[in-house]
């Protein structure tokens, strides 16, 4: 069984208030004169996010991911660096000639992505023997899903001790080898292809659903037609965030996606009623963490700090890339580095202590709090006030080295189990 190394975290809360096949190779004459800025720019951004989508959609079974160096280097993941149709569809994409790289990859992502859905399955049978996870995220540079467990208690080695499978023998489990005890129990259950973090995450999931203080002004005042980035207000006492302004594909009905933790209710604005909940995807076979809200009209557009975007799209970034996280509370963060994009965190504690895990999400290196749950993440497009949707907030927790990074729920998985699109180009729905 391959073995880990993903960080300590320190604590999740739920928020609801011509192919070639090394890295030299891939590192060109070209990358090397990459500054940051161009590693910056909106457009070498857009161009690293357009590889990981069109690898994941086009070529599952061979592209395995794509990463943004800090040198401005897109490298592309993949099992055979002798992909022809890849190497063409990835050289259509690059209109600006940015340094592009293949590196060989164990598993693709449709493989990666099938392993992190079995540790997942696996969840409640792992409970059983003394194993409570708290992330996992499909690493394609090192072609294992990396896990990190959450501390144990005396009532988990008890359970590990017991189990049967575990190295060292019975009765010599410590905390210095818990962790290689509890990867033999994973390798046990859902077989190879995990690679378990030696320390721990110290801290389980827990929630904030803050009673924030309501604004006069802008996001914090939305009128219909509703635009996502807004300030709502559920009758149940939780604040949270409006996402992204969708429509029903048969209906054509006009619906916001916001937190399926923040609870079904009825929403508003300071300003004016908004609707009630429609449909709540939370606390699923899918593991997802979202709902639509019924709303009167809704524009295809997002709420900043200061200025509306129009939505133009939805993309999936790539890792090391960067983002916008935009919260109603902790507000319009730009430049946020990716760290996974198809990450499941595992015992969340939601509202009232109910703890819920969510799969297929962002995370990034950024701060958000209480009351940002359901906001937009998007990328940001060349084009002045425009952006591409990546999910909804959905948690947040602390790294180890100081301050906390962010999930949201990519939205190609929010808009698939709901059967609603984007509403796109500031248009209104009614």
Known sequence: ??????????????????????????????????????????????????????????????????????????????????????????????????????????????????????????????????????????????GAVDVTLLRPTSADFARLNSSGVISPAPG??????????????????????????PAWQSQPATTTTPNSSDSAAGRFNGTAPFSGGDYIKGSNGLNCTGGFSVEGSKSHNPFMLTAGHCGRTTWSTPAQVMGRTSSLYWRNPARDDFQTIRV????????????EYSVVGQVVPARGSLLTLDGSITGEVHGIKVLSNNATIYNIKGPGGVKFTASHLVTAAGPCTGGDSGGPMYVRVPAPLQVRAVGTIVAYYGVPSGGFACAGERIGYELSASNTSLILDARVVR
């Open 296 to 307: 009167g009209s809704a524009r295809g557009n997002v709420n900043g700090n200061t200025a």
């Open 172 to 197: 010599r489990l410590t905390t210095a080898n818990y962790s290689r005890a509890a990867s033999a129990v994973i390798s046990s259950i859902a077989g190879s292809g995990y690679a378990v973090e």
């Open 1 to 142: 069984m391959v073995r880990t190394r993903v960080a300590a975290l320190a604590g999740v809360l739920a928020l609801a208030a011509g192919l070639t096949a090394g890295l030299g190779a891939a590192t060109t004459a070209s990358a090397a004169a990459a500054s940051t800025t161009a590693a910056t720019s909106a457009e070498l951004q857009n161009f690293a996010a357009n590889v990981e989508t069109l690898g994941e959609t086009r070529f599952p079974d061979t592209f395995a991911g794509a990463a943004l160096t800090s040198a401005g280097v897109v490298i592309v993941y993949s099992t055979n660096t002798r992909d022809a149709a890849l190497s063409s569809a990835m050289a259509k994409l690059n209109t600006g000639n940015y340094p592009l790289g293949y590196i060989a990859a164990r598993f693709s992502y449709s493989k990666l992505d099938a392993l992190n859905s079995a540790l997942a399955a696996a969840q409640a049978e792992l409970q059983k023997d003394g194993v409570e996870l708290f992330m996992s995220e499909p690493n394609a540079a090192t």
